[in-house]
C-alpha cells in the first residue's frame, strides 16, 4: 500500500487496485472558442492543471495503472441531448453549433477530443459521456470493477462540475476517491476551493484531497522502501 498525505487524513492506496481519471481535459473547455467560452468563461486559468497532470499520468503509467479519459460530448445528431440540457441558458453558441472548433461539444470533432499534451497513449481507456456524472449513460463501473479496481485517483475540469458530480457518484459506488488539487481546476476559484473543502469535510465524506507533489513523493517513498526491504531480504538470505 501507498500512504499519501492528504486532507482530512492519509490515503492508503494499492497500484494494483488503483484507476487514474483523466475527467474532460478537453479543448472545447481548454481553449478559446469552444464550449466553456461560449458560457463566458475565461478558459486560460485551466491550464495550470495540464504540467502536474502530466507528471501524474506519467507515474500512473510506469506503475502500469489503469487510465481512463473521459470526454463529455454528444452524438453528431444530438440524440443523446435533452432539451433540458441544450436550451439552458444564453450560450453565444449552443451545443451542436458549428464553433472555431468544429460543432461545439459533439463527438468527433476537434473541440471535443482531449489537448494534445494529455493525449491517451495505446491500451489506456476513453470513456465518451452525455452527462457530467462519469457513471450517468456510460459503462464506467463495469470497466473499473472486471480490473478489480477499488481506489480512484481523479483529476480533471472542471472542479465543481464533471470532477465533483463524478466523485459524489463513485462514492457511493464503494470507489475510495483522492482528487488532486493541482490537477483539477474550475473557471471560479471560489467553487473549487468550496468544492474540494465539502468533499474532505465531515471524515471525508466524498473523499481525499491531496496534491501532485505529495502523491509523487509518496510513490517514490514506496519505491524506495520495497528496494531497500529486498536488499535487506538479500542480506538476511
Ligand atoms: C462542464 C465539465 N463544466 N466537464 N463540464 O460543463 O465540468
Redesign the pocket.
Known sequence: MINTPAKPFPYQWDPAKTALLC??FQRD?MEPGGFGETLGNDVSTLRTTIEPTEKVLEAARNLGMLVVHTR?GHRPDLTDLHPAKRDRGNPTLRIGDDGPRGRILVRGEVGHDIVPELYPVEGEVILDKPG?DSFYGTDLDVILKARGIEYLLITG??TE??VQSTARAANDRGYECLILEDCTDSYFPEFKASTLDMIAAQGAIVGWVSTSAELLDSIASSADSAEEGAVQNAKDS
Do not use: L, Q
Open positions: 475527467i474532460d473547455f463529455e457530467k475540469v472542471t462540475v464533471c
